[in-house]
């Protein structure tokens, strides 16, 4: 990995997402679907996956058979990492409110869930079951009542879908699958096809052309955030482990050569040491390809006088996930404004967050985090506004609402408070 002083590094990410190529093919993938519905979906899986499609909704047959191909121990592990992220998600569910005033009136709000989500979970270099519990839980804690789930058709598994993720979509209670990834299956949520009804709002992450697509079609439809490739920032003084700092860092590597994986220190020995175990281990890595063009081209260790210099470094990269491994992780945590998620010690590796602990792993990415919160419950629910004013209130306050309208220039305004002050007999201009 390269090091350099993070004085001499470009801070700001990439304000455009993707190269101009990636967006005109996505763009051009969202027009074909838009305008040739299932026949383009079976064509890009074609195209993109290698893949025959020909009934594009998984059947229930299917995804019962799927049980007989995954191991008990991927069962019970799954089962547990649900009832954890249940838990975890509870805890944000809202609920409705109304307050009666002292003059009669009541001012509330409503919060309902949508009607019909649409999950992407991603399955394209690996299968992602994990995601499919991340994007579900949260949506029927929030009482969706139509969970529809998309995700790319491979040749292996049945029904051309990593059982395990047809297994983690039972267990889950989804059952209206789609096989169909990539933009193509933004498309099709955003849009509507002859198989497969548009939804309310997308969720998931995903590859480049996932988040290019979900960030086309907002606008028609809702979207969580731009949870892209995933990035890791790790912020480690001389107390870290190298070993544990490299394997980290190779971990959010392996995802995709898109993926970015940086450490900030300022321990000159750290950052020589994290350095070697990164070769080090990415030898005997399966995705060794994948993680090495990632680390290449995307990884880099930044060096700093001091952590609290770091930390200003952290906020400014806004990072996916970001570690603390440093002698007193907690005095550093107020201090951190800009992070998906936050790992704090030497046990809280970024996989523990990935499958198991309870917070959502679909996270944003590309600097988003300055300004966007891990998928949650809030995600699938909307509000509404309720307000009853009384006879009392509007004879009240009806000269200052009618002041108002008239500053802004919008006399039908004031006429509509007006008639009514008039019709209760006190004349008003
Ligand atoms: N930020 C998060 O919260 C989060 C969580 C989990 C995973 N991820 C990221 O999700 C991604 C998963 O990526 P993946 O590729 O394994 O699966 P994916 O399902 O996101 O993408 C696979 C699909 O991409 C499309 N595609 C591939 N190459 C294409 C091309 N050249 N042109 C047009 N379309 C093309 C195909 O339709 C394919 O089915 C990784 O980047 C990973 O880092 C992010
Ligand atoms: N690290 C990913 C989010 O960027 C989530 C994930 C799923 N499986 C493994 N990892
Ligand atoms: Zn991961």
Redesign the pocket.
């Known amino acids: 990995m390269k090091i350099m002083p993070a004085g001499a590094f470009a801070l700001e990410r990439q304000v455009v997402y993707g190269s101009e190529e990636q967006n005109r093919?996505v763009k051009s993938?969202i027009e074909h679907v838009r305008s040739e519905g299932d026949a383009a979906l079976r064509s890009?899986a074609q195209e993109?996956?290698g893949v025959t499609v020909d009934q594009l909704r998984v059947s229930e047959a299917e995804i019962q058979a799927a049980y007989a191909r995954v191991d008990e121990s991927f069962l019970a592990a799954i089962r547990e990492a649900a009832d954890n992220i249940r838990r975890f998600h509870e805890k944000q569910k809202r609920t409705s409110w109304m307050d009666l005033q002292a003059d009669g009136s009541i001012l509330g709000q409503i919060m309902r869930p949508l009607r019909r989500v649409g999950l992407y979970v991603?399955?394209?270099?690996?299968a992602?079951p994990s995601?499919v519990l991340m994007n579900a839980i949260p949506a029927q804690v929030a009482g969706v009542p139509e969970i529809v789930m998309v995700?790319?058709p491979a040749t292996a598994g049945v029904a051309g879908i990593d059982p395990h993720i047809l297994v983690a979509a039972a267990e889950a209670g989804v059952s209206e699958i789609y096989r169909v990834?990539?933009?193509?299956a933004v498309a099709a949520l955003a849009y509507g096809t002859e198989s497969i009804p548009a939804a309310d709002k997308i969720v998931g992450?995903?590859?480049i052309?996932?988040a290019l697509a979900k960030r086309y079609v907002f606008g028609v439809v809702d979207i969580d955030s731009i949870?892209?490739?995933?990035e890791i920032v790790v912020l480690a003084d001389d107390t870290a482990d190298p070993a544990y700092v490299a394997a980290d860092l190779l971990s959010q590597a392996e995802?995709?050569e898109?993926?970015s994986a940086i450490l900030v220190t300022p321990s000159a020995a750290l950052a020589k040491a994290v350095a070697a175990e990164v070769d080090r281990q990415l030898e005997s890595l399966p995705r060794r390809a994948i993680a090495e063009k990632s680390i290449r081209d995307n990884g880099v260790i930044l060096t700093v006088a001091t952590l609290e210099a770091g930390v200003r470094v952290v906020n400014q990269l806004a990072p996916?996930h970001l570690e603390i491994l440093a002698a007193d992780p907690f005095q550093h945590l107020s201090a951190i404004e800009n992070a998906g998620a936050i790992f704090l010690g030497p046990y809280s590796s970024e996989p523990v967050g990935d499958y198991f602990a309870g917070p959502n792993?679909?996270?944003p990415?590309n600097g988003t985090a300055r300004f966007s919160s891990p998928l949650n419950v809030d995600h699938f629910m909307k509000k509404s506004s309720v307000i009853y004013y009384s006879k009392e209130a509007i004879q009240q306050n009806g000269d200052k609402i009618m002041a108002l309208a008239r500053h802004e220039g919008l006399e039908a305004h004031a006429r509509a408070i007006q008639i009514r002050l008039q019709k209760e007999g006190i004349a008003r201009g």
Not at 122 to 126: D, L, N, R, T, V
Not at 181 to 184: F, K
Not at 227 to 230: F, L, M, N, R, T
């Open positions: 093919r993938i890009f993109f996956d991603p399955g394209g270099k690996a992602y995601s995700t790319p990834g990539g933009a193509q992450p995903g590859n052309y996932v949870a892209g490739p995933s995802h995709d898109m993926a996916e792993h679909v996270l990415t």
